[in-house]
């Protein structure tokens, strides 16, 4: 299997204010693959999956230097459509935000906006979207009941299906377990394991065991900048910065 | 031995003298707390004994003869509602749609906290100045006379803070990963308000438009300035109409009918009544729902 490139960053600088929060980040995501980012709190790996669907636009003194290509458009330049982009680019938040409306129509939101409006369509994306992301079983009966009435680990999953459903090609995905307990994060994890067949994934992660689990590159930040980026075997195997080491082993972070 | 018990005698008295200083005030303020209960029933319990008894289903279905001392009130409870509608439908749109522009679009500048000053300046403005400035401006200048348009018009200048206000607080605590989860699927950010912000602070917005019209239902010097006090079934928004607070207010202060006052006044407080117990009802949900969330 050929290894693609599907976002390439190229010397990414990003400011908040005069606060420089990325520094000259370059880095491949590799076509279905799980890109983990790992790093100590506040060096900048959240921002930085915040750049790859421009959500940082919302920031307003945030300046971004440098490129972001997807499949080879320069996300920042003028030809690309924020609109197709965010599609194209899905998220998934660190504390499950499904809107206060029922669970079809969390699913059924995106589509929607994009205009779709034929019920039948969207019924059929709305149990493809769940069953992609593991939920269909669970929730196929209640259907019509207000999402805030799942439990943490399910509204986290109906968010996995809502991104589904615009069929993005990407995730990205900001310590999408960190609010759920062991057995909701397992779910999680392992549906990434199937979802990596059809998307590409970045998650930004603070646990170390999660990152060696579920994936199959790591990038170690710290200060804003990209320590090391490799496969993630050989970061947790046998790093090749003193930094990244100390990080993995605990000795700070 | 002694001493030690002498010592702890002392201070249980300082406890009790203590305890006896927090019973008081404790008293105190449950008193002052039962206090506007007592006001809210007497007052209830006052109009409620003197006016029942003069309310049959004629009264709300004749139209009132005599300057008011016979008939009915049917004439002043369409135009109460009439006006009300009419108030509501004005500032309805501008409020929210002003709320939306204060909290979802304009950046912390100078013209917004003016804006926000002028909303508080405008709801703290006596009622009077609003009649006074309807009068002038929608009854004579503009035309309109004596009007439910005049009066409806007015009204919504009055409410429009209320609404305003509320809507905005309503807005705020709409959470904001709510805003970027809709944005993050590529919606943009008018479909991100209208279908995501909004239908998650519509209780809010509710409660605001009923203390709204609880307000309008009851303001009187405003109304008989721009609506006048005709005894007519309002036809249409050209007319001039008489509400119920207006219609009271005419009854006791030329001594017409005693009767027919307190009438006036009962249907008046359960208008009143029900429309409070419908925004305490909505706000308890809304709070319910934004529990919830959290």
Redesign the interface.
């Known amino acids: 299997m050929v290894n693609r490139t599907k976002i390439k960053v190229n010397s990414l600088n990003l400011f908040y204010g005069d606060f420089q929060a990325l520094i000259d980040i370059n880095m491949d995501i590799i076509e279905n693959k799980v890109t983990a980012l790992i790093g100590p709190s506040g060096c900048g790996k959240s921002t930085f999956l915040r750049t790859l669907?421009r959500?940082n636009d919302?920031i307003?003194n945030a300046r971004i230097e440098g490129k972001v290509l997807l499949d080879e458009l320069d996300i920042y330049s003028e030809k690309c459509d924020?609109?197709?982009?965010?599609?194209s680019v899905?998220?998934v938040?660190q504390?499950p935000?499904?809107?206060?409306?029922t669970v079809y129509e969390n699913v059924a939101?995106?589509p929607r906006?994009?205009g779709i409006k034929e019920k039948s369509k969207l019924d059929e994306i709305v149990e493809k979207s769940l069953r992609g992301a593991a939920l269909w079983d669970e929730v196929k009966d209640r259907l019509n009941r207000p999402a805030?009435?799942l439990s943490g680990g399910q509204q986290q999953r109906l968010?996995i299906a809502?991104?589904l459903a615009?069929e993005p090609d990407v995730l990205l995905m900001d310590e999408p377990t960190s609010a759920l307990d062991p057995i909701s994060t397992l779910k999680i994890e392992d549906l990434l394991e199937e979802l990596k067949k059809n998307y590409t994934i970045v998650i930004v992660t603070h646990n170390m065991q999660q990152a060696g689990r579920v994936s199959d590159y790591t990038s170690f930040f710290l200060n804003g900048e990209i320590i090391e980026t490799d496969l993630t075997d050989n970061i947790f195997s046998k790093p090749r910065d003193k930094r990244t080491e100390d990080y993995i082993t605990g000795r700070f972070g | 031995m002694v001493e030690m018990g002498m010592s702890k005698i002392i201070t249980t008295n300082k406890k009790m003298k203590i305890n006896i200083k927090e019973k008081l005030w404790y008293f105190f303020i449950y008193l002052s707390a039962l206090f506007t209960l007592i006001a809210l029933l007497s007052i209830i319990g006052y109009i409620l004994m003197n006016g029942a008894k003069h309310i049959h289903w004629e009264f709300f279905v004749k139209e009132p003869s005599s300057m008011g001392r016979e008939g009915g009130i049917f004439s002043i409870i369409v135009g109460t509602l009439y006006l009300t509608l009419v108030s509501i439908v004005i500032a309805t749109p501008i409020g929210v749609a002003g709320a939306i522009y204060l909290t979802e679009y304009a950046?912390e500048n100078r013209l917004v906290r003016i804006i926000r000053f002028g909303t508080e300046t405008l709801a703290g403005i006596p009622s009077i100045i609003f009649g006074l400035f309807g009068f002038v401006f929608f009854v004579v200048f503009l035309g309109f006379r004596w009007s439910i348009l005049s009066g409806g018009l007015t009204l919504a200048m009055m409410i429009l803070p209320t609404l305003l206000r509320a809507t905005e607080e309503s807005l705020k605590t709409v959470?904001q990963?709510?805003r970027?989860?809709?944005?993050?699927?590529?919606?943009?950010k008018w479909?991100t308000i209208m279908?995501?912000v909004l239908?998650?602070s519509v209780s809010g917005i509710l409660t605001g438009l009923i203390l709204g019209i609880g307000r309008a239902v009851g303001e009187t010097a405003a109304v008989m300035l721009t609506a006048g006090s005709s005894l007519g079934l309002p036809k249409s928004i050209m007319d001039p109409a008489r509400t119920m607070s207006v219609h009271l207010y005419l009854l006791a202060s030329e001594g017409l009918s005693k009767e027919k006052t307190f009438a006036t006044a009962t249907v008046l407080v359960i208008f009143v009544v029900i429309i409070n117990c419908f925004a305490n009802i909505l706000a308890n949900k809304y709070m319910k729902?934004t529990k919830?969330?959290s």
């Open positions: 669907n959500m919302l307003v924020l609109i197709q982009l965010r599609k899905g998220m938040f504390k935000n499904p809107f206060p409306k939101y995106g906006i994009h805030l009435g968010c809502r991104c615009v | 950046k959470p990963s709510y970027e989860g809709s944005l993050a699927l590529g919606a943009t479909q279908k995501v239908p998650s729902k919830v969330e």
